[in-house]
């Protein structure tokens, strides 16, 4: 089974938009874990609506307590083999679900569309990353020192590379439009404090 993990922050009906192409596309097992940060009420009436509530679990934060220390709170309560953790402003327009578990052999470490990195890093970006629950487990999850978020990607592939696995790019027809980006200007700072966090973590390894 596949673990889907969605973040929200104040953004119910994009998420569940986001839900509703996941699930028209599904080919697999799966079970829907949705982190809500800065949790409103009103929120539950939106994503408890048209879907059968065995597949769908909630976690609610009363603080926006970011990507990051969300994610690895879905990480934790998932019960699947399959870690898939997609952004809730990405759009699945195709079915992948089946064609990377059927890809997912012992050396790969993450599947997704790919990126190549500045710092010359092959990487699989968080807004569509799917990876093994027990692998990710086993390296510590998501680093939170980088804090809301930015570079943790790139550091879990860098991690998962520096031990012998493929980063492996199988593209599908995705979306992701960047509505829940948290401002151009708030981004570029998190960028550079990160890049330096990223920098300092990995000065002395190849």
């Known amino acids: 089974m596949i673990s889907v993990i969605l973040i929200n922050w104040k953004k119910p009906v994009l998420t569940k938009r986001c839900w509703d192409f996941i699930h028209a596309n599904a080919d697999s097992e799966y079970e829907l874990i949705i982190i809500e940060n800065e949790n409103e009420d009103r929120n539950r009436e939106i994503f408890y609506s048209g ?20 994610a690895n709170q879905g990480i934790k309560e998932a019960e699947g083999e399959f ?3 997609i952004n809730n402003d990405a759009l699945i327009l195709s079915k992948f679900f089946k064609t990377y578990i059927e890809n997912y052999k012992d050396k790969v470490g993450v599947i997704g ?14 807004s569509c990353f799917f990876i093994k629950k027990d692998l990710i487990e086993s390296i510590g999850c998501f680093d ?63």
């Open 113 to 126: 569309p790919m990126k190549l990195f500045a710092e010359g890093v092959d990487f699989i970006e968080g």
């Open 51 to 70: 879907f059968p509530l065995k597949r769908l679990k909630t976690i609610s934060n009363k603080e926006n307590v970011g990507f990051i220390k969300a």
């Open 83 to 85: 870690i898939c953790l």
């Open 144 to 206: 939170e020192r980088y804090g809301i978020g930015c570079f943790e990607d790139v550091d879990v592939c860098k991690t998962l590379q520096s031990k012998g696995y493929e980063i492996l790019q199988i593209p599908f027809h995705y979306q992701h439009t960047h509505a829940t980006t948290f401002g151009i200007e708030a981004k570029m700072k998190q960028t550079e404090i990160n890049r330096k966090i990223f920098r300092e973590k990995w000065k002395n390894v190849k």
